[in-house]
């Protein structure tokens, strides 16, 4: 960083450069304190600000935090914070989908199996008042492109650890099965969310 003494245009002068912290507010984590630079310059610190990141490069973020201190940190420093950092709560859900047939939509599956879905824009956290059934296919059924689990924290998502990923196998009679079948029917399940809705009961 020392090479940023001595920047200089008509309007300003960096004059000082010393290290230290800033903490930062992301949208949807709690705020991180990460190591920066405090740049001081005489003049315009606006055009500092501009000045300095043009000389270090996208590597870098600047901020004039007041008129004449600007501060510079890493952006891999606020990364490595925010992989750290604990998201802010929200809803637990089995996996998210974007649909084609709902373009501005993304449908969750909830750990009870039910299906839901909620507004892509803008991105927020998202509230249980948000979630509205969803009716369709299952997503799996229809070729739906799962949502990048990095997107999860900037909906408030938190994905079930505890996935339904136990196989079992039933012998029934052919009625015993025409059984099942129609029971899952009435509820508005296939067979394997009708019976895991059952166990989920016990």
């Excluded at 949807?28 to 990460?34: C, L």
């Excluded at 229809?142 to 650890?161: C, H, I, M, T, W």
């Excluded at 394997?192 to 009961?201: L, N």
């Amino acid at each position: 960083m020392e090479k940023l003494i001595g920047l200089k245009d008509e309007t300003f002068e960096v004059i000082a450069v010393k290290p230290g912290t800033t903490t930062i507010n992301p949208p949807f984590n709690q705020p991180v304190t990460i190591p920066c630079y405090n740049v001081k310059a005489k003049g315009n610190a606006c055009v500092a600000e501009n000045a300095i990141i043009d000389k270090l490069g996208d590597e870098y973020k600047a901020c004039a935090i007041n008129a004449s201190t600007v501060s510079v940190y890493a952006v891999a420093d606020l990364d490595a914070a925010l992989e750290v950092s604990p998201a802010l709560s929200g809803i637990t859900i089995n996996n998210a989908w974007y649909v084609q047939s709902l373009p501005r939509h993304i449908v969750a599956e909830l750990p009870t199996g039910e299906t839901v879905m909620f507004y892509i824009d803008p991105m927020r956290i998202v509230k249980e008042s948000e979630l509205r059934p969803y009716k369709g296919h299952h997503p799996r059924k229809v070729s739906a492109q799962p949502l990048p689990d990095y997107l999860y924290r900037f909906y408030g998502l938190v994905k079930n650890e505890e996935t339904a990923s136990e196989v079992i196998r039933v012998r029934l009679r052919p009625s015993e099965k025409d059984k099942l079948d129609q029971a899952a029917r009435v509820a508005g399940k296939n067979v394997s969310e009708f019976v895991r809705s059952f166990v989920q009961g016990l």
